[in-house]
């Protein structure tokens, strides 16, 4: 009998969303279970309904051989189910143990909290699964993967036997997904249960001992992982072969579209370099793939480009002019084209319709005296639902749409406006495999034009995939530009990123002190 | 938007409920008071035609409080822009005793205007310039420009063959035509329909009005798109003071020919409610504005003919404000839970 077995599970969120249908999932006790599938496949609706936070319309759960009811989180920690969540559910002014103690304090007198016995047990934890993070530690001052750390040190704290982890590498180096794999086969040796929700197949193929492939809110397939490749895994989730490589025709570069001259940012209160002398050029017909961990600049680089925020010193030029001081609006005038990573705040007003999103930042080109030129913004709209393939009519509101169809809306927006120059970043992240691979064709499309790509991204793969120079961030410093040759492994980046290697020596004040 | 109908249906009958329950414990004679209370006001001719002139001013004040939560900037100076206003236009009024009545009317009208609207204009300059919080700033403005009102009000412009606290009156060529004697009903109304289509194709068609409620929705994705997003606090809150200017303006020389003090009380308040029971729609301010006044003429009613204080109109009022603000609490919160 499986360890946890859920039967004929159904959600049906509304008439034409049914997010699971009848699924039959099953784990065994001591296994690393995957569960893939594209966006809107239905798995985090499944993983939802066994951690409590959604209630099934149908089916039962059976977990160690008893019909359990799962109401709420608390009930599925009760029977010794936990879930690390994508985003970090912590609180960056607790230390690393009142974050794993919060809401499961021990107790002393009926009154206080028994710090000492909260410390010991949280101690124990950490020792006896080889974590590497200090209990004392503010959780502000971890790394992203620390933080995960953090997370699943709360669970086991909790008991937990069953760890559901929801895309937990999306936000990870190359390295600190070592050490969650290294973290992950520990588990299992000390008996405790893992699901992994990925998109990555690679992933799929090193860590899992089964996996389970989701699409359209159906269980697909259940393989021994061993027994199946990742083309056919990739094969079963979408349901089509698709191509991961991409033709890179090798272009002449022409002349510099973008170029940062020793741009710096600081953060207001504590004076920490946020960009630090940031130098780097953009030619036409190139990418430049900028990576990074999340934390090291990488935003920062977004928003002064974008002209979102103001840099301290340095310039910034746009086809040889100065384009430092502008503001976004009147970049956007100069053909500003940029992708944000945060798509649902930036990038899009989710409560505003697909059309109404799709003119923001050329609503000034459909003016008649003063007033919007309603057909001609219609046909601009179903223009760009047509030839983007939006799954989503032009007048509902945009929030109602997939995270892919949001992207292509994105995409399909700031490409109209696009002149020689594009900044794009994470534009694949939480994307299903058929969607990124629509991004990255627009992307070259637009590279074969002629245009500069800034191509800003935690996501080695996509670096690696579509980039013909990459740059890598660390501390807001540029610590290593690489051009994208195929001996060129994702370890070696992950060095730079994680600042174990560095190509450029950090400048003193002294000798960049002319431009302060 | 259906199960918002429906939610405000359920509010309505809700709130009328406790109104009975209310009356039924208040009232020696609750059957003749339920009467005049939900049918007085269709009675006659002139508690009809005052029913419907007093919903005039609060179509323009919730029009104001609409426009400017459609640009998510909160402008809680709607009393004391109301009162500027008033004595704007009287004070423009009776500076031009003997002036033609429509060129004379504009100009009262457009002082009115340019008063309120500077007036609340401020509070949108003052978040744009120091980032200090609209809501704050408008409201003590406000609060500070009643007393400056009411200062002129008993001082240099008081009428002294009048024992009411209230201006000289203006010149008998501005009262705006009657349109339903004997009642207070005036062409206003008409300004009042117009203004609210006016400003709904505003919002829905012009480059400004889409600009705006991009900026309502989302700021920072207005700013990436090229929005200048500053300009829109100040925009919405001066079109609010001005349209709050006009209520006052029309109601001195559509109902009362002076000012008289503390003659808007409640008006910028009473906004609000009505902002939010028509959802910041510029067209639903019009029925919104009639159901307010449709309980206030009903308590009055009641009133005369019957045993109950006014304040049951109030009451009723404050339900429905409770329970509609509950309401686009909770589904403002359900918004927000959704990822």
Redesign the interface.
Known sequence: MPYLEMKGVTKRYSDDLLANDAIDFSVEKQEIHAVVGENGAGKSTLMKILYGLEQPDAGTINLDGARVVIHSPLDANRLGIGMVHQHFKLIPDFTVAENVALGAEPVRGGLFIDRSAAHARIGKVIESHGFAVDPTARVAELTVGQMQQVEIVKMLYRKAELLILDEPTSVLTEQEIRRLFDTLRSLRRNGKTCIIITHKLHEVKEISDRVTVMRKGRVVAVRDTAGVDKAELSRLMVGKSVLFQFEREKKACGSPVLQLEGVSLRRRASGRPLLDTVSLTVRSCEIVGVAGVSGNGLGELEDVV?G?RRIESGRILHNGEDISGL???T???KG?A?V?ADRL????????TVT?NM???N??GF?RA???A?ARIQQFAERLTRSFSIDGAPQVPIGTLSGGNIQKVILARELASASNLLIVAEPTWGLDVASSQFVYEKILEMRSAGAGILLISSNLDEILGIADTIAVMYRGRIVAILPNAPDLSKERIGEYMLGLREDFARQTDAERGVRK | MLTGFTGLALTLVFSFALVIALILLLSKTPGRTIWYFFAGAFTNAYYLGNMLNSAVPLVFTGLAIAVAFKSSVFNLGGEGQVYAGGLAATAVCLALPAANAYLGGFAAMAGAVVVSGILAGLSGFFKMKWNADEMISSFLLSSAIILVVNFFITGPLDDPNNNLLATLPIGKQYALTKIFPPSKLNVSAFFAIATAVLVSFFMARTHAGYEMRMCGLNREFSRYGGISVSKYFVLPMAMGGALNGLAGGLLVLGTYGASIKGFSAGMGWNGIAVALIARNSPLGVIPAALLFAYLEAGAKAAMLHSDVTFEIAAIAQSFIFYFVTAQSLYSLARRRKKP
């Open positions: 974008s979102l503001s976004t609006a970049l956007r005038e500003l940029y944000p705040h930036r990038g899009a007003s989710l409560h505003s109404e003119i923001v930042s609503h000034h003016l003063g007033f919007l309603g």
